[in-house]
T-cell receptor, first 111, second 113 residues
């Protein structure tokens, strides 16, 4: 089964600065999808960004972008111009019949 | 558009009791799944379904049963609750497994004493 690893349990960033959250995964498949989800204190799970493995171009959604390194099986999330509302748990996920999640990274944004 | 609706939001059970967590979606999604969230462990897949009448086990299926009699509903049953099942439970759905993002319910916080 695929595994997803987030090696940073907690991260902190100053408001308006940039932070990168790390994610690695293990798979033997060549075509797959990767996701980042955000979970604010409200507990709601919110999709942040999606990456298709067959696309070499890194996905971008406004201030959120990914660095997808297929050979290294790495999928990091960069948040630019961090805002107080970005404070949340962030989960990396590998898409498949049974979508697998990492353990999460808690992001704190300091004013 | 209600999306994915989970009930109840909170539940306290005694060891050995049974209960059903309800999940319904109104987006005509074929794929539905149940996760549990525990501190430091992320979301772990309990069971999933790729369509009515089809279910399969995830990472942590023991102690849980599911059925999928309709496209809309995917209830999760705890037959004999144990303290180890204290967790937050999420139901999620999507159009097609794997490549579509999941739509999540708001979660159920379950405490087993």
């Amino acid at each position: 089964a695929q595994t997803v690893t987030q090696s940073q349990p907690e991260m902190s960033v100053q408001e308006a600065e940039t932070v990168t959250l790390s994610c690695t995964y293990d798979t033997s498949e060549s075509d797959y999808y990767l996701f980042w989800y955000k979970q604010p204190p409200s507990r709601q799970m919110i999709l942040v960004i999606r990456q298709e493995a067959y696309k070499q171009q890194n996905a971008t959604e406004n201030r959120f972008s990914v660095n997808f390194q297929k050979a290294a099986k790495s999928f990091s999330l960069k948040i630019s111009d961090s805002q107080l509302g970005d404070a949340a748990m962030y989960f990396c996920a590998y898409g498949g019949n049974d979508m697998r999640f990492g353990a999460g990274t808690r992001l704190t944004v300091k004013p | 558009n209600a999306g994915v609706t989970q009930t109840p939001k909170f539940q306290v059970l005694k060891t050995g009791q049974s209960m059903t967590l309800q999940c319904a979606q109104d987006m005509n999604h074929e794929y539905m799944s149940w996760y549990r969230q525990d501190p430091g462990m992320g979301l772990r897949l309990i069971h999933y379904s790729v369509g009515a009448g089809i279910t399969d086990q995830g990472e942590v299926p023991n102690g849980y049963n599911v059925s999928r009699s309709t496209t809309e509903d995917f209830p999760l049953r705890l037959l004999s609750a144990a303290p180890s099942q204290t967790s937050v439970y999420f139901c999620a759905s999507s159009y097609v497994e794997g490549d579509s993002p999941l739509h999540f319910g708001n979660g159920t916080r379950l405490t087993v004493t």
